[in-house]
C-alpha cells in the first residue's frame, strides 16, 4: 500500500526510506538506490539531499518516492523500477523481458574491442541471444567496423533491442530466431559473440529473490540437466559459419568450464583462452576457427 502525504520534508522521507529497506538491503544500496530514483525521477545532483534536507517534497514527488520504495521492498531491481540500466557508460531500456545487464559482460564487449582495436576492413559479426542489446550495441558504437546482425528467440526483446539501437543512433539487424533449432548462419561472418542462458535449473535454490522472481527465466536457465545445451548449439553454428580465423566469444558459466572446453576442443577450434571476470571467477572464453 503507499501511503499518500500532502508533504514531508526531505529528510523525514529519507529516513523513513533507510528504515524500511534496511532489513532488505545494506547501507551502501539503500544510499545508492536513493540517489538513483531521485536523479532519474527529479534529476537532483547526489548532493541534493545533503544540502536541502528540509526540501518539502510535494505530493507528486510522494508518489513516485513511496512507490520505487514499495517496489524495493519486494526485491524487485531498481532497474525494473525505472526501466533504465546503464552497461558500456550508456543508458539502455529494460524491463522484466530482458535481463538486467552485468558488469561482468562489459568485460566480453572490452575483450573483442581490444583484439580488434585498429582494424581497417569491414567484420561481419553475429551476436546469439541479444536481449536489451546491449552487447550489440555498444560494439556498434565503439566499433565502426562492424557490421552486425542479432538475434533473440523473444519478439519482445527484438522489440526492445531496437529500441535501444535507434535511441543509440547504431544499424543493427535485429532479427527473431531461436538458436535452439539453428543448426547454421547461412551468412559466413568473422565473430560471434554470445551470453546464452547457463543457469542450471537446480541451482535456483542458490540464486537471490531479485534474480529469480524477476528476471526472465527464458534467458537464465538452460535446459534441465543440460547446462551445455545452448554452448553446444552456439559451438556447433560457429564450427559451421565462422570464417577461417573467426573468433567465438562466449559468457560461461565456471560450474562447467571443464566440459565446455572439453566439447569446444572436439571441433576444429585452435587458441582457445578462459579469463577471469572482474570478481575472479573463470567467465569468459574466446576460442579461435581452425
Known amino acids: 500500500m503507499i501511503v499518500l502525504f500532502l508533504y514531508m520534508l526531505l529528510n523525514e522521507f529519507k529516513n523513513h526510506f533507510t528504515i524500511s529497506l534496511s532489513d532488505h ?3 551502501s544500496e539503500i544510499s545508492a538506490f536513493f540517489r538513483r530514483l531521485t536523479d532519474f525521477y527529479f ?11 528540509r526540501y518539502k517534497l510535494n505530493q507528486q514527488e510522494l508518489h513516485k518516492l513511496f512507490f520505487a520504495l514499495n517496489e524495493l521492498k519486494k526485491f524487485k531491481p531498481i532497474q525494473y523500477i525505472i ?3 546503464y552497461f558500456y557508460g550508456r543508458k539502455f531500456f529494460v524491463n522484466k523481458e530482458v535481463l538486467i545487464p552485468r558488469p561482468e559482460t562489459e568485460e566480453l564487449v572490452s575483450w573483442v574491442l581490444n583484439d580488434f582495436d585498429g582494424a581497417k576492413n569491414y567484420m561481419k559479426l553475429l551476436e546469439l541471444g541479444t536481449g536489451s542489446g546491449c552487447i550489440a550495441i555498444s560494439l556498434a558504437k565503439e566499433h565502426s567496423k562492424f557490421n552486425i546482425e542479432a538475434l533473440d528467440v523473444s519478439k ?28 547454421v ?14 543457469i542450471d535449473p537446480r541451482d535456483k535454490s542458490e540464486m537471490l529473490p531479485n534474480v529469480l522472481v524477476y528476471e526472465p527465466h527464458l534467458a537464465l536457465f538452460a535446459p534441465k540437466e543440460e547446462p551445455l545445451y545452448f554452448y553446444k548449439k552456439i559451438v556447433t553454428l560457429a ?4 570464417n577461417r580465423n573467426g573468433c567465438l566469444y562466449l559468457e560461461i558459466n565456471p560450474k562447467f568450464r571443464e566440459n565446455l572446453l572439453g566439447f569446444i576442443k572436439s571441433k576444429t577450434f585452435k587458441d582457445i583462452e578462459v579469463r577471469n571476470d572482474i ?12
Open 25 to 27: 538491503y545494506s547501507k
Open 43 to 53: 534529476q537532483w545532483p547526489p548532493t541534493f539531499s545533503v544540502l536541502n534536507p
Open 83 to 85: 526501466n533504465e540500466c
Open 156 to 183: 519482445t526483446a527484438i522489440e526492445i533491442a531496437i529500441k535501444n539501437a535507434i535511441k543509440h543512433h547504431v544499424e543493427i539487424d535485429f532479427i527473431q530466431k531461436d538458436m535452439a533449432v539453428l543448426d
Open 185 to 198: 548462419w547461412n551468412k559466413p561472418v568473422d565473430l560471434i559473440i554470445s551470453n546464452p542462458p547457463y
Open 239 to 242: 564450427q559451421h559459419s565462422l
Open 279 to 290: 570478481f575472479g571467477k573463470e567467465r569468459m572464453l574466446k576460442a579461435v576457427k581452425s
